[in-house]
Every structure is written in C-alpha cells, then in structure tokens.
C-alpha cells in the first residue's frame, strides 16, 4: 500500500466512460478501512483485550493506512462522505492507538513510588514559602493573644474552639482536651477521624485551587492557619502548658501542617504559572507545572488521611506526651525519607507519572 | 458582515453550515505521524449532560452501598457513624469512578459515552495518567468542595453570610471559565492539559460516482460551480426519497440546466439520474482541476476565473 497508488498520472476527458481516480482509490483502500472499523468497534465495546491478537497487531499499520488515506483524499477527493468519514476513523483509530497506557491502579502505585516524591522535591521552593507564610502567621497569633487575650476570639471561630479559649483554666485544658479520655474505637477512628479529614481536606484544597488566583488567597490561608494555632499556643502557654500541648499537636501536626504546607505549595506553583508564564506562554506553562501541583494537592489530601487517623484515632490513646513526641519524631522521619526516596530513578521518569 | 465570515470558510464548513444551521467550533489535533485531524470541540451543553449523567450513576452507586450496608446489618450502629461511613465512601467513589473510566475506557466516562464525548491530549500525544489524575482532583475543588461548603455553611445557622457569598461567588468564578477560552475548557482542562471533544460516528455512504454516464458536459458548462456547489449537491443526492427529496431534485436540476445551458429540458422521470450524472462528471473536473493546483472553492471563484 503506497500513497501513490491514489495519485493520477494523467488526465483524462470528459467523456461516457469516466474514471474518477478518487473512486479508483476508494476501491482499492475500502477493504483495509473496513477491518480498522472492525476493530475498532470491538475495542471501544469491549476494550483492548476484545479483538484477537493477530488484529491487534494489525492495528498500527491499518491506522499508519488510515491516516496517510486520509492525507492522499484531502489532495485529490472532493466527496465530503469520504473525507469526513476518513477524518472519523482516523481519529477513532488515533484514541486507541495513542490512548493511555495506565490503569488507574497503576497510576496510583507510580504516584505514591514516584510522582509525588519527586513533585514535592520540584517544588521545594514554593514549600518554603508556604512554610514560611504558616510560621509568620504562628508567630502573629502567638504575639497577639500574649499581649492581648481578646484576640483569641477575633482569630479562633467559636466551632474550632469548643469551648476553649482565654479562660480556660489549665486543669480544664488538661481533662477535656489534652489529655481527654479516648471515646473508644468507632466514635475515634471512624467518626472523628473523619471529620478532621474533611475539614483539613477542604482547607488543603481550597489552598491549592485558590493558586489560581495569583496565590494571594494561599498565602492569607496558609498565614490564617498559622493563625489559629499560634492562638492556642499563646492560651496554652498562659497556663503553663506549652510542652503538653506541643505533645498533643505534634503527634499528628507534623502529617497535617506537612500536608496544608505541601497543598500551599501546589497552589504557589499554579500561582507562579499564571504570573510568570516564561517563554513557553501562560497556558503551556499551566499544563506542566499544573500537572506537578495537582500531584501536590492530592498528595496532600493522602497524607490527611494519615494525620486524621493519627488525630481522631490514635492521639487520645497515647496519654502521655513523651509518647507523642516519640511518635511525631517517628512521622516526620518517615515523611522526609519518603519525599527524598527515589531521587536518582525519580529524576528521569517524573514526567512520565 | 455574516456573508464576508462565511466566505472565508473551507467549503465543506459552508456545507455542514447550510444543512446543520450550526457550525461546531474545531481546533486541529496534529497526531505524532504530522498529520492534522480535525476534531469537533465538545459544547458546553453536551458536557453539562453528560456530567449530570455520571452524577447520577455515582448517586445511585452511593445509594446501593448505603442500602447494602443497611442490609448487612450496620442497622444497629449510631446515625453519624452511618453518616461518616457513607460520606467518605461517597467521596472515595466519585474520584475513583471519574479516573478509572477516563483511563480505563480511554478518556470515557459512562455520561460521556453515551453523551458521544471524548477525554483527549490537547498537545495531540498520549492522554497521561497524571493528565486525568490532575483533571478529575480539580473538580473535586472546583465543584465539589464548595459545594459541601455551602452547604455546611447553610448548616450552621446562617452565621456567616459572607461565608456562603464567598463559596458561591467561587462556584460563579468558575463555571464562568469555559465562556471564557474558545475550547470551553475549564479548570481542570486547563491545568491537565487536556480538551473534551465530540465524536461524531460517521458510516462510509456509497460511492455517487457513475462509472458511466447518459448524459456529456462540455468542459465550459462544468466550469460553472466550484466544490461548494459540489459538496451541496452531494448532500442533496445522498437523501432519502422522499417526496421533498423529489421536488427539490426537480428544482435544482431545472437551476442547474438553466445555469449551463443544457439544450433540452430534462425528463421528469430523469432528474436524480441527471443530477448524478452531473455530480460525477462536475467531480472528476474539480478534482482533476485541483490536482494541478487550480482549487475551485465555489461558483464565484469559477466566475472570476473564467472572465479572467
């Protein structure tokens, strides 16, 4: 099959016996259109492993057919059935050819081995200014409730707070927060667990989304988080809990702060995109840093995942905060050899997850 | 205005525009071979439904976990451990169901298949995981999320109004995208790097072409229409027959004969035998024209070219 069999070499007068070569042409290729068809509706029915093996194997040459059909009509066809038809299969054909290649099992295993690692290390820099926006923003709030403790419910919404606040007295703090009584199985693990993994999710996300916006609405996020904890350090220091307490948010705040930071920093990514769009123009830069910034945000709500299990789950069950120190320590080590895993591997196929 | 836009027009665009009344707005996917395909970009419509219709099969996939919970005996436990149970998995659904038909089923979700869209590579290569991947997470903040939130907000007793105006107006943000870019991308397209495009299934008609013909035109009377004209007259002999079909084929050989001066009046019994003589012999001439670089587009560039 040569594209120039398609092609006249001479041309013929009108007269009653007419050869039109696009005809011709068409006569000769319609067997080969025919069996891509034939295949193809086999693997958009049942998938890739629907046609037999010898088929398959056809596949790319009937496609390779397809397309250079397709090229030889659009210089000597004019029948607009053939053309659209031609343009049709050669796109069918293309989706299947150059489809995806992954399950979604797979893409999630070279996400976790790989992808996100080295999405993480990519953007180390944009980490460190969102980890810098949360520590001003724990500095601020501590500063502000020491001075004055009538900041405390200007900055903490009374939902997070339950209750606690300027006045809370130490033993208060101690038996209805740091060290409350585990409400068993169910009502941690599952339904606490969760709430705190929604809640954080949400706010993780809507760091990473609102990147869109120039990364004006992360950084403010990320210092209001910063924020609120830096509130309830001040109150807790106040009654001389500050070890305690570090204990009591350090166990599953090094998973959380960890990932809000991360999500903070996908949203930095877009950000810096959409600002410095570089020689490639803005949307081309879009769609390569977006792809590592969404790798950051989901990512982040992975980890989540993790920290309300530690939070909802595990933290009033270790009462003591030795053991949640150790534990913290334990995470965090875990957490930076994983993000720095894989690093020579991960430099070459970090594209390609 | 409208007649100098749709001058600038490829003919077969003008053909499509003539009898659809609509043209769909296409963009060129060049494939790794070099070769430009033409693709019809998906309109926001056609997406909207086919979302609503995954979100339908999501709900009702929710809905059979919930009840075959219920069944196996989670009756007993507490109303908010349900609750959780079933929101999570909700959760966990909805991104797993969107991602593993878009790979799976080649850039398909159900709604899409039947909607006759298609998830693809806006670059032209290999739609990647990470491309749905990252698609199908944004949606999660672009829709969902606020969603949850508005209606969490609205939960809580209305305290905080500009909570609620805050999500909402996010929410206007950005289902305001796609009005915004000529691909009716939105948010997560653009970030993926991806394009949802129409696919259109068209079967091969039969060839029109005679190979031999009643009926001689002299080169001067084809010289007439260009491939316009051509394609219009392909369109018209490719419908059923009916009794319109029948008056117009009677109307547009009357036109045709009075155009190149056809001697005789044609038989009434005679005109789709007329008018595909014509089309075979008007096709052979345009496409034997085109192949020495004399392209045709229609009878007014036939026209220009014959005064000339």
Not at chain 1, 205 to 212: C, E, I, K, P, S
Not at chain 1, 218 to 246: M, P, S
Not at chain 2, 2 to 26: H, I, N, S, Y
Request: aromatic share 8%; glycine share 10%.
């Amino acid at each position: 099959m040569t594209a120039s069999a398609g092609i006249p070499t001479d041309a013929q007068p009108a007269s009653p016996r007419l050869a039109l070569r696009s005809a011709e042409f068409r006569r000769e290729r319609e067997a080969a259109w025919a069996q891509l068809e034939a295949i193809l509706a086999e693997i958009e029915k049942r998938g890739i492993k629907g046609p037999a093996a010898e088929d398959l194997q056809r596949l790319p040459i009937l496609y390779r057919g397809a397309v250079s059909s397709l090229s030889v009509a659009r210089t000597i066809a004019l029948d607009r059935n053939l053309l659209r038809y031609l343009e049709d299969l050669s796109l069918r054909a293309f989706l299947v050819v150059y489809g995806p290649r992954a399950s979604a099992g797979e893409g999630f295993a070279s996400f976790l081995a790989r992808g996100f690692p080295a999405a993480v290390r990519a953007a180390r820099w944009h980490i460190l200014i969102a980890v810098l926006a949360t520590a001003l923003g724990i500095a601020a709030g501590d500063m502000l409730v020491s001075a004055d403790t009538d900041w405390f419910s200007a900055l903490v919404p009374s939902d997070l707070s339950g209750g606690r606040g300027p006045a809370s007295t130490a033993a208060e703090l101690r038996q209805s927060e740091i060290f409350a009584p585990w409400e068993g199985f169910v009502a941690s693990f599952v339904v606490f667990a969760n709430s705190l993994f929604r809640h954080n999710a949400i706010i993780a996300l809507m760091a990473f989304g609102l990147g869109f916006l120039a990364g004006v609405p992360t950084l403010l996020l990320l210092v209001y988080n910063g924020l609120t904890l830096g509130a309830f350090l001040a109150i807790h220091a106040k009654r001389g809990l500050t070890i305690d307490f570090l204990g009591w948010i350090s166990i599953h705040g090094v998973t959380e702060l960890a990932a809000i930071v991360l999500a903070g920093g996908g949203g930095l990514v877009i950000a810096d995109a959409v600002l410095f769009p570089r020689r490639h123009g803005r949307l081309a830069t879009l769609v390569r840093k977006g792809r590592e910034a969404t790798k950051l945000g989901g990512g982040a709500v992975l980890m989540l995942f993790v920290a309300g299990l530690i939070e909802g789950g595990m933290r009033q069950l270790v009462a003591n905060t030795d053991g949640r120190f150790a534990i913290a320590a334990v995470t965090a080590s875990l957490w930076l050899t994983y993000f720095l895993s894989g690093r020579r591997r991960g430099a070459r196929v970090a594209d390609g997850a | 205005m409208a007649r100098e836009d749709t001058d600038r027009l490829a003919p077969a665009d003008r053909v499509a525009l003539l009898f659809d009344g609509t043209r769909r707005r296409t963009r060129a996917l060049v494939t790794p071979e070099g070769v430009a395909l033409r693709v019809d970009i998906a309109q926001r419509g056609e997406r909207v439904g086919a979302f609503l219709l995954d979100v339908l099969f999501w709900s009702l996939a929710t809905a059979a976990i919930f009840v075959a919970l219920l069944i196996a005996g989670a009756g007993g436990m507490e109303g908010d451990v349900l609750t959780t149970i079933v929101l999570f998995l909700a959760f966990l659904l909805r991104n797993l169901y969107f991602i593993h038909f878009e790979l799976a089923w080649r850039g398909r979700t159900p709604g899409k298949r039947i909607c006759g869209l298609r998830v693809v590579d806006r670059a032209g290569g290999h739609l990647a995981a990470g491309a749905v991947v990252a698609r199908n997470l944004t949606r999660e903040v672009e829709l969902f999320l606020p969603l949850e939130a508005l209606a969490s907000v609205a939960a809580a007793n209305g305290v905080a109004v500009w909570a609620q105006l805050a999500t909402f107006g996010w929410i206007v943000a950005i289902a305001a995208i796609p009005f915004l870019n000529r691909d009716h991308l939105r948010a997560g397209d653009l970030i993926a790097g991806t394009l949802v495009i129409a696919m259109p299934r068209r079967a091969l008609a039969p060839e029109l072409a005679e190979d031999t013909t009643d009926y001689v035109f002299t080169p001067a009377q084809l010289r007439a229409y260009g491939a316009f004209e051509l394609q219009v007259l392909e369109e018209l002999l490719r419908q059923g027959r009916s009794q319109d079909t029948r008056r117009l084929h009677a109307e547009v050989a009357a036109k045709i004969s009075q155009r190149i001066g056809w001697p005789v009046p044609v038989p009434e019994l005679d005109h789709e035998r007329f008018l595909r003589a014509f089309y075979t012999a008007e096709r052979a001439e345009l496409e034997r024209e085109q192949l020495y670089g004399r392209r045709r587009d229609d009878k007014d560039a036939a026209r220009q070219r014959s005064t000339r």
